[in-house]
């Protein structure tokens, strides 16, 4: 998928540290062979109850989804299983980037190859968004910056090779399948 | 080696090395090729649907091991021999994979396989794991087979469509974190307290971008299965992998199984293993120091792995915000004793503890003792293999006689997406390796504990210190 590589939104806060992937989208959605449409499941036991109707105290009922792109979470977001269907939910759901003071791993990996930035920031800079719900931010994935008024920019860490794929629409696939011949090399090595 | 040129490096940057089809640039991360992929029903089909609409077929259908686990019911078939699973989708989940393997050529072990179970039981049962190797698999708890020396780690799905392609992964070179275990464990502790106290000191995500090395004289007197249950849980404190140099105890376990090389093909591969491991002078860029002889039985109080303490401490009083997050949805107060708690079910099986140690450990302490009147006990072997093991020692007998469920292999509770899952407002007890909210069922409260600890649970109804019961029984 190609990537304007720009995000420009105000922000939406989950202020909880350890967010792990059953929140994201609990196990009992993971029946499905699609990964479409996976925003209904997007942290559903914090939006429903056991009988499916709305949680009085759901923390993202306030969410404005056409202007508030980037989730802003507390340290250690996405830890626990390997589903990609957890970037998928966040996408669908309608967030384009997660601030956060760290990633898991593999959901840092998982958010990069959907296109679901992981803008991983110094714990003054989250804290401060963390204060401050529904401001103002600028995500460039060339500079790999995040702009947040008020408070100055900052560099966040991007590896150069995700960021040239998302802004130019090349796929990790396509690198891999190009070097072919050095794979056969090395297989019959 | 004493004066070779060469610098000393650690396990994990030996297996790095051997598997680099190119090396990192400033500009692309590093080609790893992959020896092993395992395959389960939940991470694969997008994976092999992005192949199809790219008219791609699997590079190595040789180096793909497939299995049914998660989507399964542990419920055995009716009198037709038909599997009832929870949904609909669950078997379409199921049908999916069937039809994936067939096409591109997988060995796929289904319900008619003698080998059959959870993806991290069966790949090791089979001896398709072994030392050196690179494996990888769509599920988190892949580092389960470090424990052979191997390099192991879980990916996405859209990796597993990348290695499905070309058997290589796109891979940044991770940090090295050695984690030195040194004593004799008491009695009434096992691999799998050890593994909860370290998760408690390095923390939740103080393993992140991290590869672990386990070593020291605790590791080394471990049996494989121990060893596995240690490595499983490396991604609960953030690390991906975890690994074990592979030694004697490590060969002798796999030789003889079914995929495990033979003959001359054997010592070869003997000879190699030997070389897998940190050299002296070698350094980790993280070293954390265990003392195995203060470890107790250990419990989680919390809502993740790394909220854990000895189980007749008190649970922590929670002077912040996540501590008392996790105290209100536990329903515990900070202060007092997790130990004499009302459990209502206890789960003894998943990749961290369903192994025949574990199964053994469990039913020598339930052994002429009844399970407690209102609590439900599941006991689910982690594959085919290790089931029919178990009868044949009469373990399910045990089990069965005391009062708890002895079911189909599966993982079945551990995430609880197959329909075994808890009420809400229920405590369980489990051997499983996420006490993550509701990952049990909605509202279901988890205690991660070890075999021991979930058997002697299970006999008093309460949280239980498995000494308590063996000194009295034993």
Redo the contacts between chains.
Sequence with gaps: MSHSGLVESRTFCLPVKNIDTDQIIPGQFLTTTEREGLGKFCFYSWRYDEKGNDRSDNPLKAHDAANEQVLVAGSNFGCGSSREHAPWALLDFGFKAVISSQFADIFRSNSLKNGLLPVEVEDHVAQFLLDHPGHPVRIDIRSSTLSVEDLGEFEFPLDPFSAYCLTRGIDQLDFLLENDAEISRFEQA | MSESSQPSTTLFEKVWQRHL??NET????A?L?IDLQLLHE??S??AF??LKR?GLKV?RPDRCLATID??TPTTPPDAGGVYHYH?P??Q??VD?LHTNCAEQGIELHGWDSPHRGIVHVMGPEMGATQPGMTIVC???HTATHGAFGALAF??????V??VL????L?Q?R?KTLGIRIEGKLQSGVTAKDVILHVIGQVG??GG??SVIEYFGSTIRSMDMESRMTVCNMS?EC?A?AGMIAPDEITFNYLRGRPLAPRGEDWAAAVEDWKTLKTDPGASYDRLVEIDATNIEPSVTWGT?PGMVIAINDAIPAGND??SR?ALDYMQFKGGTGLAGQPVDVVFIGSCTNSRMRDLREAAALMKNRKVAENTRVLIVPGSEATRKEAEAEGLNRIFVAAGAEWREPGCSMC???NGDSAE?GDLVVSTSN?N????QG??VRTILASPLTAAASAITGRVTNPLDLMEAGE
């Design positions: 089809v190119r400033a500009e692309t991360p080609i090729y939940v991470t089909p997008q649907d992005e790219r590079r998660h989507s949904t989708q669950a379409a989940q999916m769509g599920d988190s879980g990916i996405g799905t859209t990796e469509g990348h392609a070309t058997q290589c796109l940044a991770p939740v995500g992140t971008g991604i953030g991906r993740n915000d996540a997050d995430l609880a997406m809400p996420r993550f909210k509701g990952r909605r509202g």
